[in-house]
């Protein structure tokens, strides 16, 4: 019987994810509070004219226009008359209801509405959401688009916002820009570099390094003004994979190095002081795949975000056969919402990688057509 060499004790991604997250420190948001009544006075809700309700359908005179921002102090609506009215402009006095222009009829020089009003239809009251004081947004919590709007509804100062840099070395003596038949592109470094950019990192991508600890060495010292430096290559179990032991000599902590993942098991996490370096495997999908999973989590985290959610689920098209104990990522094109799985060559298969559009989850000793598995998507 062949021999699995995978471990059983190799940590689950979901460790490695978790370890990455607490690792890191997070920025957090402010207590808000409502800085004032919510909206601070009755607003219209719709385009229309602002009325006294009690007069029902009776032709109203138009004193004027109030457009949103305008002092609502300008026109006094008495028995009578109304005022037009446009969304987010605050009612004129004597008014409590606004009629849409959809519901208006012309009457000589007046309007009337074709329905009977009732107080405070298409009002938004004052202090309706909020009043002055009330807690809006507890402190601590993480940061989305829409909690730095209230901070903004708010008053209060935004965190600044800059992107978090991001270097990209690749590793290898055999990267070199001409290649000949025993020599190979650097393809890892401008493709994860084109990832850390579309997760919205700002991306540098340097040279590639060769396999000499002095020279790696020197490297992660001299990283820069960056935040994580993505390596790929010299993770794993070979003569020249030396980067784990170049970063312990460094006395960097490492957060994990290997996991219970195919491709990607050399995968390596470590901090250099602030530096996070995210040591991805060489060959080409597992430094994707270890990029897309981890990238993500470290970014979300340093921003202060909540951590992502990458997984989606959708029904495989046909069986994926997967022997050995570890979780398989296997390359499949979405086809109208379901995943069909493609021939894929294993780790090193560039090829089949621009070709897919997700990763799905396959658990040993695999899945059968029909079954529901989690994805993640190229991007
Ligand atoms: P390593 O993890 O360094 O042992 O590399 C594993 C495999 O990935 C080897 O076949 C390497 O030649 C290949 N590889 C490493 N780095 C790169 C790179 N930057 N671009 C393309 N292939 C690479
Ligand atoms: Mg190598």
Redesign the pocket.
Known sequence: MAMSCDHPDLLPLEEALRRLWEALPAPALPEVRAERDDPAMDLAAMDGVALRASEGRAPRRILGTLFAGDDPAAYEVVPGTAVRIMTGAALPPGADAIVPVEALEPAGDAVRPNLVPVAGDHVRRRGHQAKAGELLLAGGSPVSAARLGLLAMAGLPLPPHARIRVAVA???N??VAHPKPHQ??????P?LAALARTLGAEAELRA?LP?DPPTLAAALLNAGDIRILLT?????M?D??HLPAVLKDLGATILFHKIRLKPGK?MLAALLGDLLVLGL????V??YLNALLFLPQALARLEGRAAPAPWRRARLVAPVRHKGDRPLLHPCRLVEGRLQPLPGQG??D?ITLAQADAFAWIDSPGQEAGAKVRYLLVV
Do not use: F, K, Q, W
């Not at 790929?232 to 794993?236: D, E």
């Not at 495997?281 to 080409?284: E, K, Q, V």
């Open positions: 690749s590793t290898g055999e990267l190979i592109r650097d393809s890892n470094g493709m590639a396999d790929s290559g010299g993770v794993s070979g020249h994979d050399p495997p060489g060959n080409p597992s430094a780790s090193a560039l």
